[in-house]
């Protein structure tokens, strides 16, 4: 796995923070109450007449739910070090970070788990994994084999995918909700490719933005020798996680969704 890079401090501090305030639809005088500090004080941060302190940097991206890395590129843009390191998952100091990873996907077998970083490169899998990724064309599992382009491209689960519409929303909804909440420019060039993939009959209206609401549960019904299994996927995050390659991890678990598929995972997998 290639080691992560540190964020890029693009731009000054106080305009990368009223980027961050203005997404998160804060005013100057909001996000100063928030905070704790003047809102004549924050204008100057904004405008670069005055030099935010490294606590004040801090306490500000937290008040905006500013990502882990990119507070980091906030503390660089003010001249400061970033608070975590940027470490790839084999990294030596991460080795309980791997095998916590490791033992969370064993226990969830034989129900298909895999662990997925920031950008939805697969960092990990178990051995359920493979009942979805059968006939999945070999190039789009290279490392990193992205989770969300296996699942919409035409070379990938897509053709399998009995309820194609109802997932492709889901999955672009919820990829589109991560490219705004984080800003993160790889999200947005993954959202834009996903959305120019062929859709079999998807109408544009039938994709995540239009006027009808999502369901609050999507199921992936997907076509297999053993007949349509129907999964339903949760996500578990390391919520007390201090290192930022950590926090990024997200376990992506595809649990039955009716007794029929249970059944047929266990005589997959030859459990009794």
Do not use: C
């Not at 693009?10 to 100057?28: A, E, K, M, N, P």
């Not at 606590?55 to 500013?66: C, I, S």
């Not at 929303?169 to 919820?174: G, K, T």
């Amino acid at each position: 796995m290639a080691s992560p890079q540190l964020p890029l401090a693009d731009g000054d501090v106080g305009t990368l923070l009223r980027d961050w305030r203005l997404r998160r639809r804060h005013s100057q005088l909001s996000l100063a109450l928030d905070a704790g500090v003047s809102a004549r004080h924050l204008s100057f941060v904004e405008t670069g007449r005055a030099r935010p302190s490294r606590d004040m940097v801090l306490k500000l991206a937290e008040r905006l739910d500013v990502p882990p890395r990119e507070r980091d590129a906030l503390l660089l843009a003010a001249g400061y070090a970033p608070a975590q390191r940027a470490r790839s998952l084999d990294d030596a100091e991460l080795r309980s970070v791997r095998a916590a990873v490791d033992t969370l996907l064993a226990a969830f077998a034989p129900n298909p788990a895999l662990a997925v970083d920031r950008h939805w490169n697969i960092v990990a899998h178990n051995a359920g994994v493979a009942l979805l990724l059968r006939d999945v064309d070999p190039s789009l599992l290279a490392p990193p084999a992205n989770a969300l382009r296996v699942s919409l491209h035409p070379k990938g689960l897509a053709p399998r995918i009995e309820n194609l519409p109802a997932w492709r929303a889901h999955v672009l909804e919820r990829l589109r909700r991560d490219a705004e909440l984080t800003a993160d420019p790889a999200l947005a060039d993954l959202l834009g490719e996903l959305r120019g993939y062929p859709a079999y009959g998807v109408s544009r209206a039938g994709e995540a933005g239009a006027e009808d609401p999502l369901p609050v549960i999507v199921p992936l019904r997907l076509r297999t020798p053993a007949g349509v299994l129907a999964f339903v996927s949760t996500t578990t995050v390391f919520g007390t996680a201090v290192d930022a390659t950590a926090a990024e991890l997200a376990i992506e678990t595809f649990l039955p969704a009716d007794a029929a598929t249970a059944e047929a995972l266990r005589a997959l997998s030859g459990s009794t």
